[in-house]
């Protein structure tokens, strides 16, 4: 304990002594009852105030990226945000997309971006990290399918894997996505076009 804390420490006390002893030699039992009374009305109006203010914070919100990359960023944008990628997947004649993947330190997915060529420019149109530390709508990898739904409501759509040991869930209003695997988030995704879908899907 500092010596400045200390002395504010005493003070208070030393202040809550000798209102007890003007309260006991004065009689003025009511008085404390009052002013106690306003005390706690003005830490429950405190205490909603805070709640309300941590809602709405944190109330849905349309998605417009993944930690540092956002949804319509150019390639040299994400590049000179993120770095080299790790693997640069070219487009071809039948789709020409251009994808960017970046590994972390445990070769996990850190980012995932796809872009479209839109207007003879490529944009991101899609960016997915499984990089526990990156969140989409105040979720990250671990958090459980369940509690997506219990704030975000049912999925627009879902897109369950060729294998079907994996599931996307989607949500078209927020432009979000999370893959899902044994009821838990493995992936987040800010999506422009509010879908992430599998290639090839379970049928």
Known sequence: MTLGSALILITFILLITAGIYYVTKRKKWRLIGKITGAILLLAVLVGLGIWGWYQYQNRPQVVTGVGNVSLGMTPVEVTLSVGKPKVNLEGSEEDTDLRYIYLNYS??????????????????????????????????????ESEVIKKLGEPTSISVREDGLQKTISYKQWKAGFEIEQGNVETVCATESGEVKYIKEYE
């Open 107 to 144: 070769d996990e997915l850190d980012y995932f971006v796809r872009f479209s060529n839109e207007s003879g420019e490529y944009r991101a149109v899609l960016i997915c990290s499984s990089n526990y530390l990156r969140e989409v709508l105040g979720f990250s990898k671990y958090n459980s």
